[in-house]
């Protein structure tokens, strides 16, 4: 490794790559930021990256490669147990169901898999019947292949809220979600609104901000309407709130809100408000439609954020199309693992 680290080629190749992978990445996030692809290509320039680096000072400061090795190994150890706490957290501030234990059963899941991988390394030194074996080698690659493809999801839901945007906009919708009982807007909703109020007020010429909610079967009004009072009240003039109260999930609020603005005359430039969770699908969904608009995230309570991103990536997933690629990139992954295997049991 000192020998291949010390090569200036190698170096230079090395180098070169990250940049090519890079330059990719921007390339295909400039072109369009709800792609899953970006995902998978933002992870590999973060990896090839902390590879590059741990490379160029391995010669004079080795230690600065086995301090990162040492930390991504700790960072892998510590999720499965972050999740599961977290996972509790939630529960008791929100209340039991499947949803807010989520991040407690992919705690226990990642768990479980890290187990199984620690099992197949150590087998060597240990006998293990070759199904036990076999077991643990699929099942370890299957839930560390899962495991990326949602940490790639996550890291690149949080890049594309950072990434500068334009600010001058002409209208700004404000996706709803559920009300409290009484009518008026949940803590997720009033952040949402909050935020919409901030682009409004920054703006030298005021966007029209569109409250984009139907009414919910156990709702006592709809969103929309909610959203709109919570305004009134927040200062915002009357004549700058446009409501759209048919929508019944995300892709209608966009779809209805995207119909109101053509219908209008004069500029038309366009962004939406949501949870910073959720920007990353409502923008799939906009890309989906044909809409050129600016995804805008609203801040929620840390605890919150872990479920609510497996829900979103689930959400993403399980589309026909993305889950074809999933499965295909999961059997790919696995015949490095398959290879391994034969080598082990029929050497």
């Given at each position: 490794m000192e020998e291949l680290f010390s090569n200036p080629t190698f170096l230079l190749l090395a180098g070169l790559e990250t940049a090519v992978i890079w330059i990719v990445f921007l390339f295909l996030m400039l072109r369009s930021r709800a792609r899953l692809r970006n995902c998978f290509m933002f992870l590999l320039a973060?990896?090839?990256?902390?590879?590059?680096?741990?490379?160029?000072?391995?010669?004079?400061?080795?230690?600065?490669?086995?301090?990162?090795?040492?930390?991504?190994?700790?960072?892998?150890?510590?999720?499965?147990?972050?999740?599961?706490?977290?996972g509790i957290e939630?529960?008791?501030?929100?209340?039991?169901?499947?949803?807010?234990?989520?991040?407690?059963?992919?705690?226990?899941?990642?768990?479980?898999?890290?187990?199984?991988?620690?099992?197949?390394?150590?087998?060597?030194s240990m006998e293990?019947?070759?199904?036990?074996?076999?077991?643990?080698?699929?099942?370890?690659?299957?839930?560390?292949?899962?495991s990326l493809v949602f940490l790639s999801f996550v890291l690149y839901t949080l890049v594309i809220q950072i990434v500068p945007h334009t600010r001058d906009f002409?209208?700004?919708?404000?996706?709803?979600?559920?009300?409290?009982?009484?009518?008026?807007?949940?803590?997720l909703l009033k952040s949402r609104l909050d935020k919409a109020v901030r682009v409004y007020r920054r703006d030298k010429t005021p966007p029209y901000l569109i409250p984009s909610g139907g009414r919910g079967a156990d709702e006592v009004c709809?969103?929309?309407d909610a959203m709109y009072f919570y305004l009134l009240q927040q200062g915002i003039p009357p004549e700058m709130i446009?409501?759209?109260d048919q929508s019944a999930n995300t892709y209608e609020n966009l779809r209805n809100?995207?119909?109101?603005?053509?219908?209008?005359?004069?500029?038309k430039k366009f962004a939406f408000v949501t949870s910073s969770y959720h920007v990353y699908r409502a923008w799939y969904y906009c890309r989906k439609?044909?809409?050129?608009?600016?995804?805008?995230?609203?801040?929620?309570?840390?605890?919150?954020?872990?479920?609510?991103?497996?829900?979103e990536f689930a959400a993403i997933v399980l589309e026909k199309r993305h889950l074809l690629l999933f499965l295909l990139g999961w059997l790919v992954f696995l015949v490095p693992s398959a290879v391994f295997l034969k080598q082990m049991l029929f050497p």
């Open positions: 973060v990896v090839a990256t902390i590879l590059l680096v741990g490379a160029l000072t391995y010669e004079r400061r080795p230690e600065i490669l086995l301090g990162e090795i040492l930390l991504i190994g700790l960072a892998l150890l510590i999720v499965p147990f972050f999740l599961m706490f977290n939630v529960m008791k501030k929100e209340g039991r169901s499947l949803k807010h234990a989520l991040p407690l059963l992919l705690g226990i899941v990642i768990l479980l898999g890290e187990i199984m991988v620690f099992l197949t390394v150590i087998s060597g293990m019947p070759r199904l036990w074996l076999s077991l643990c080698l699929f099942g370890g690659a299957s839930i560390f292949y899962g002409d209208y700004v919708a404000i996706l709803g979600c559920a009300l409290k009982k009484d009518g008026t807007p949940g803590n709809s969103e929309a446009i409501e759209e809100t995207k119909a109101i603005v053509d219908a209008r005359s004069g500029r439609q044909g809409i050129n608009c600016v995804g805008i995230g609203a801040p929620v309570a840390f605890y919150y954020w872990p479920s609510a991103m497996i829900r």
